[in-house]
């Protein structure tokens, strides 16, 4: 039985209890069970116990006041490297108490840009900046719950000779707090994989074409462990065990780091201090690769973000030449 299933399963075993478990959410979530503490720590595949006990506190939080039912709940690290011993890197969290299952999945973060008056770009190993601003492609840390989720048709793609149709379904999030604009920011997760268009192909009996017939047609890329547009990203093959999970039954998502801890880490990292001696929590191999995180609060980049889309001169919709 796959994974995916038995998570299916468990589910439905498990919603009919919500009540139960709503009504023992407080003593439960103030104790992190055994088989779970073996899973704590910050080596590859472990999750930091700062990132487990808010995703908990989190969880159990909506789990008491009816937000959610679903057994599972996830979690993100986003201070960690992109790969590790050249695999991607493990930083996103699938954790169902209920059946004591813990997965940890590689998952991408923003990869934001350089505009001459402010560079907020992050490098393909680490991430150094975050933002909730509206156009900045960066991660945002802080609650989330997951919400709809929508399939939108990309284009065609060539697989075995064969040409296909190729779908990508977005799960949205919502925030709150530092987080409340997801939905204007179109934050949610979805695979890594992207479709590069190339031309236009003549296919006037696809539902997708356009008046003349013609459909997009490209080269799928995966980007799995890599950067996204700010979204959070995962591996095709979780994708599906995650967006299997919560559909229909959303669940908690907590994303490390937020604003204060961003902003506690440079202070420190400033002063000399180590991070880990005052208290704090940086993946010490990106923190040594980034020097010193920085956090672009929304007030202070979006500005910046605006008066740059108004210089941009106005150009015609780009138009793909067609197929061969």
């Given at each position: 039985?796959?994974?995916?299933r038995?998570?299916?399963?468990?589910?439905?075993?498990l919603?009919?209890?919500?009540?139960s478990?709503?009504?023992?959410?407080?003593?439960?979530?103030?104790e992190?069970?055994?088989?779970?503490?073996?899973?704590?720590g910050?080596g590859?595949?472990?999750?930091?116990?700062?990132?487990?006990t808010r995703?908990?506190a989190?969880?159990y939080?909506?789990?008491?006041q009816?937000?959610?039912?679903?057994?599972?709940?996830?979690?993100?690290d986003?201070?960690?490297p992109?790969?590790?011993?050249g695999r991607?890197?493990r930083?996103f969290?699938?954790i169902?108490?209920?059946?004591?299952?813990?997965?940890?999945?590689?998952?991408?973060?923003?990869?934001?840009?350089k505009?001459q008056?402010?560079?907020?770009?992050?490098?393909?190993?680490?991430?150094?900046n975050?933002?909730n601003?509206?156009?900045?492609?960066?991660?945002?840390?802080?609650?989330?719950?997951?919400?709809e989720?929508?399939?939108?048709?990309?284009?065609y793609?060539?697989?075995?000779?064969?040409?296909k149709?190729?779908?990508?379904?977005?799960?949205l999030?919502d925030?709150e707090?530092?987080t409340?604009?997801?939905?204007e920011r179109a934050?949610?997760?979805?695979?890594?994989?992207?479709?590069?268009?190339?031309?236009?192909l003549?296919?006037?009996?696809?539902?997708?074409?356009d008046k003349?017939?013609?459909?997009?047609y490209?080269r799928?890329?995966?980007?799995?462990?890599?950067?996204?547009?700010?979204?959070?990203?995962w591996?095709?093959?979780?994708?599906?065990?995650?967006?299997e999970l919560?559909?229909?039954?959303?669940t908690t998502?907590?994303?490390?780091?937020e604003?204060?801890?961003?902003?506690?880490?440079?202070?420190?990292?400033?002063r000399g201090?180590?991070v880990?001696?005052?208290g704090?929590?940086?993946?010490?191999?990106?923190?040594?690769?980034?020097?010193?995180?920085?956090?672009?609060p929304?007030?202070?980049?979006?500005?910046?973000?605006?008066?740059?889309?108004?210089?941009l001169?106005?150009?015609?919709?780009?138009?793909?030449?067609?197929?061969?």
């Amino acid at each position: 039985m796959s994974h995916s299933r038995r998570l299916a399963i468990a589910a439905m075993i498990l919603i009919p209890m919500a009540g139960s478990l709503s009504t023992q959410a407080s003593a439960q979530s103030s104790e992190i069970p055994n088989w779970l503490r073996k899973h704590m720590g910050t080596g590859e595949g472990q999750i930091a116990p700062v990132v487990l006990t808010r995703a908990r506190a989190l969880y159990y939080e909506k789990l008491r006041q009816g937000e959610v039912s679903n057994p599972c709940y996830l979690a993100k690290d986003a201070t960690r490297p992109s790969t590790v011993n050249g695999r991607p890197g493990r930083r996103f969290y699938v954790i169902c108490e209920g059946n004591r299952t813990f997965r940890s999945v590689s998952s991408g973060y923003g990869n934001g840009r350089k505009l001459q008056k402010a560079n907020f770009s992050n490098g393909r190993q680490c991430a150094r900046n975050f933002s909730n601003a509206e156009g900045s492609k960066l991660t945002m840390g802080g609650n989330y719950v997951t919400a709809e989720s929508r399939t939108s048709f990309k284009g065609y793609y060539s697989q075995s000779g064969q040409r296909k149709p190729f779908y990508r379904t977005f799960l949205l999030f919502d925030g709150e707090g530092e987080t409340s604009n997801a939905r204007e920011r179109a934050i949610g997760g979805h695979p890594a994989v992207f479709l590069k268009w190339q031309c236009r192909l003549k296919n006037p009996r696809s539902p997708h074409a356009d008046k003349d017939g013609y459909v997009p047609y490209g080269r799928l890329v995966n980007y799995t462990g890599g950067r996204s547009n700010g979204c959070t990203t995962w591996s095709p093959a979780e994708s599906r065990d995650i967006l299997e999970l919560t559909e229909g039954n959303p669940t908690t998502l907590y994303i490390y780091p937020e604003g204060k801890d961003i902003n506690a880490v440079a202070k420190a990292v400033q002063r000399g201090r180590s991070v880990s001696g005052a208290g704090l929590y940086w993946n010490a191999a990106c923190l040594k690769t980034i020097g010193m995180p920085k956090f672009w609060p929304k007030r202070t980049l979006q500005p910046v973000i605006n008066q740059w889309r108004q210089s941009l001169p106005k150009r015609p919709p780009l138009e793909l030449p067609i197929c061969n």
